[in-house]
């Protein structure tokens, strides 16, 4: 398949009453590789818009989350409340005012908003004849040429002048983010039916362990990860958790993926004989489903469930199932939700006063697909829940430095600029700096695997807690290699890493073999999890944003991985190497370890 650019910017008349205002232009982007515009979108059709309105301190919650983050500070631990956070990132007064007479002026009510917790984003659906006058632009049908994919959708939007200071930005309006798209970052080459009978769990036989470090490894585990061989690998042996009800474990879930009950209980039996019979919450957002049909069950969601709960039973587990896109029907009145999800998510969990300590999150997009303002506020949401004590883990994508396009000539490579320069491809929100992202291993002993994502952000910048790790790898990788491909300013990602390849999980009624950095969050996640319990059981707070303290740790925590690339956009990508890498990060977790390292303080 070739993606040809849809190079044609046609440049309409503006509509009289635009020019008649004081209008400026708020945002605009190229047209989108891979779309192609239709016809005027349908006046009637209604669309549900968010309002991003500045938040009026978030610098200072910033400082705050380094602060409680920051082993060395005295403030270590004390997340802020619910209350705390919302009072820091909730608008100006001003900019509550200006907003609100604006949507008045447009007939809107305040029964007609629907406003977040912090009242920072304000939702309202909003028939398209009427965004067209409010935003002072035109909508059109655009279409996805390869999925056929339609959306509702302009190029640029633009807001009266006195307005521009408090509103940050305003989506659906610029953004193509592809929901079906969003990788659900499997690897599903290695999605082979487990035709093996003699397959025992963790028994070994009488095949030798493989020597790792001080520890003996199944050598089963060389061909098959189960919870039994991340134990070992992981130096988690026989841990228990000792106050499970005080912490919890919470997984996402999109795209309708369901996380089906019958397999969670075939995989128990299979591999966590003491789990057979427990559950998890399930929770709705936004309308989700959870269709318990076998045929219906996902391979994401059962993975993520099954291994995130499977290794951190008996603490008890959340699964969110968040709505997908409703199909695109034209003249449909009834409002359409058409944004990507993760902001339907997380400002579905900052209503929540109680939110799971550890998140995993197997889902992710090219940066670039999302537009930087609204990736940069996403970003910021995530960071409320960080300062509230929860650690968030990412998958760090499945397509090395590049976007994971099957396609071998990696056509997506390059940027939406405008310029159509050669890229690597960073993966979102894994780039978020206040996230933890998570690359692959494969093997025992452990080397990175092919496939893992990592490089470098092209939105965020290097957060200071990663000056020294990442500084070194940079050092040492020469400014003229791969020049004009990554940004050697940005956030380096992935942070850790975990097994991503070979795992068996149950699905549809049969064991099969799995792998993606999907995999590897709910690992990571896991361990988070146990560690949580470690610190509550001991009367200490959850480890919340864990980067800086990661980061400081290092080697003394983590088994660095120095073998292996992770090839992409027609190159062979970075190689692990001793210390930070993108590609691994700073190595896989030595629970053993870690446990010491967060019993202190
Ligand atoms: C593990 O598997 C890899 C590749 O599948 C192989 O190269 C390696 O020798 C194996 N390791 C051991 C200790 O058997
Ligand atoms: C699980 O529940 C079933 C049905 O209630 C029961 O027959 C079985 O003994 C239980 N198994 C365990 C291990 O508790
Ligand atoms: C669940 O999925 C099945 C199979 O696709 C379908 O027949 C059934 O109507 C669905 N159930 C619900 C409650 O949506
Ligand atoms: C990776 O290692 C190979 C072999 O040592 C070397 O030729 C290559 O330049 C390295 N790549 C990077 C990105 O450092």
Redesign the pocket.
Known sequence: MLFLRNSLTILLPLPAWVLASDFRVKESTEPPRGWTRLAEAPSAHTISLRIALPQADFAELERRIYQVSDPGHELYGQHLSKEQVEALVSPRPTSLEAVNAWLKDHGFEEKDFDRSAAKDWVNINVPVALAEKMLGTKYHTWRHDESGDRLVRTTSYSLPAHLHEHIELIQPTTMFARWSAMKTTIHWPELVEDSSPSFAGSASGNRLAIKVASTDVDPSCNQTITISCLKQLYKIGDYVPKSPRKTSIGITGYLEEFANLADLQSFYNDQVKPAVNSSFKFVSVKGGLNNQTLSEAGAEANLDVQFAFGLSFPIPGTFWSTAGRPPFIPDLTTPTNTNEPYLDWVDFVLRQKEVPHSISTSYGEPEQTVPRKYAERVCHELAQLAARGVSLMYSSGDGGVGDGSEDPADHLCFTNDGKNTHRFMPTFPATCPFVTAVGGTNDVPETAVFFSGGGFSDYFKRPFYQDRAVGKFLE???SD??QGLYNRAGRGFPDVAAQGRRFRIWWRGRAVSIGGTSASAPVFAAIVALLNDVRVSKGLPPLGFLNPLLYLIGPLGFNDITQG?NPGCG?????A?VGWDPITGLGTPDFSKLKALVSGH
């Open positions: 040492n990788t020469p290699l791969y690339n190159t062979p990508g970075f190689n190497t």
